[in-house]
């Protein structure tokens, strides 16, 4: 399978070395275009793969073609390569925002599509990835998508309606948890921990209790309960929470990054 990633910033990245590392590809077999000198040394250097800043260099030597710009040079760059897709290209666009109609009526004869909405956790075979397929994608193509995301994590298919609110929750929700857990490692240094054990006591109890969840299924209500001993320490915190604003303020910064994705698939 030969792979041409159009654009090479992390979550590119991401994706290449998960190809790599699960033996999905060869080095040789990857193709990263971007414009960034820099971003394109990096790649090679880092991966072994074929670097380039031509897009229709790219389209031409790929089979699968990952487009990963950002989303106000989408439709740039789908003006240059255009008259190189055909129905033989799968296309996978991680392009935040933007749908598989306004791919296709900027990408002509390109049919055989899939959107999808990664995080950056890929990096490290963690992530969270969400696709939604044209009609004109087979069950091989959706079958590949679910290769080289799933070797990276877990990936579920969603309709395309729901991709506003999965770009807010596991899309943009890395950073949202990151802050709530800077805030964590910020009230641990307030009691005299030192900075480095408070930053592992943190991002292992977040990981910890992500997987306990993830694993055994129980439902969260029940988990705070069992870790909430009547009268203890968790009891006297979580009063503090139920008190404080911090469950609905969560609510609305999922729906301004969900409204946010809606603006730009309009850009």
Not at 87 to 114: F, Q, T
Not at 117 to 126: C, D, I, K, R
Not at 135 to 150: L, N, P, S, Y
Not at 207 to 232: C, M, N, T, W
Request: proline share 3%; hydrophobic share 45%; glycine share 6%.
């Amino acid at each position: 399978m030969r792979v041409g990633l159009l654009g090479a910033g992390k979550m590119a990245e991401a994706i290449a070395a998960s190809l790599i590392k699960t033996g999905l590809c060869e080095p040789w077999d990857i193709t990263a275009c971007d414009k960034s000198e820099e971003r394109r040394k990096f790649m090679a250097r880092e991966y072994q793969i074929v670097s380039t800043d031509c897009p229709v260099e790219t389209v031409n030597d790929s089979e699968v073609l990952v487009l990963a710009v950002k989303p106000q040079d989408l439709d740039m760059l789908l003006e240059v390569i255009k008259p190189y897709l055909t129905a033989k290209k799968l296309i996978i666009s991680i392009v935040a925002g933007k749908s598989l109609s306004h791919i296709k009526k900027h990408s002509g004869k390109a049919s055989r599509m899939i959107r999808v909405m990664p995080n950056l956790a890929l990096m490290v075979q963690e992530g969270m990835s969400v696709y939604c397929a044209s009609k004109q994608a087979t069950e091989k193509d959706k079958h590949c998508v679910k290769q080289i995301f799933g070797s990276a994590g877990a990936v579920i298919s969603l309709p395309e309606r729901h991709f506003d609110a999965v770009t807010a929750l596991s899309g943009s929700g890395p950073a949202f948890i990151a802050y709530v857990l800077d805030a964590m490692i910020e009230g641990a240094r307030a009691l005299k921990l030192p900075k480095e054990a408070a930053r592992l006591l943190a991002e292992q109890t977040l990981i910890g209790a992500g997987i306990y969840l993830q694993h055994s299924g129980r439902d969260i209500g029940e988990f705070i309960k069992a870790v909430a001993s009547p009268k203890g320490t968790t009891v006297a915190g979580l009063a503090v929470l139920e008190k404080s604003s911090l469950r609905a303020t969560i609510i609305k910064t999922l729906k301004a990054a969900a409204k946010r994705s809606a603006e730009l698939s309009k850009v």
